[in-house]
């Protein structure tokens, strides 16, 4: 239901270094930061290492392990953020095979993993 919303249709921007997707939360109601996980991230085949990506949303830049610990921050549903991946930088219209899958456990659920896998093929802007 929620697999083609994870990656947004133009989610996929070229930077100086590296590219940056544009990322939904998979889930029908906001939920708290610390309550969402960046469970994977394949670009071309490639598995980006985490260590390599920052999550940022309303201006401020994280860390994926870092949001664990915001139990005060919440991702609104209809909020956009994006996965900034440190990588050798992609061309703007290049085509690319971007895979995001987030995990999401949700407070009110106990013991629910909820994993999200979307698959596209976006043309980096």
């Known amino acids: 239901m929620m697999k083609n919303r994870v990656v947004s249709d133009n989610g996929l ?3 100086e270094s ?3 997707i544009d990322v939904r939360l998979p889930w029908y109601r906001s939920l708290p930061l610390s309550t ?3 469970a994977e991230i394949i ?3 490639e598995t980006i290492d985490l260590a390599d990506v920052t999550f940022e949303l309303e201006g401020q830049t994280l860390r ?3 949001l664990r610990a915001l139990t005060d921050q919440w991702w609104y549903v209809l909020d956009s953020a994006w996965l900034n991946v440190k990588h050798a930088p992609i061309a703007k219209g290049s085509a690319h095979d971007v895979a995001v ?3 999401v456990r949700p407070p009110y659920i106990k013991g629910l ?4 896998k979307t698959e596209k093929r976006l ?3």
């Open 13 to 15: 921007r070229a930077t």
């Open 64 to 66: 994926p392990d870092d």
């Open 113 to 116: 993993v909820r994993l999200t």
């Open 123 to 125: 043309v980096a802007n």
């Open 36 to 38: 969402v996980d960046i």
């Open 101 to 103: 899958t987030l995990a």
């Open 18 to 20: 590296g590219f940056a």
């Open 43 to 45: 670009l071309d085949g």
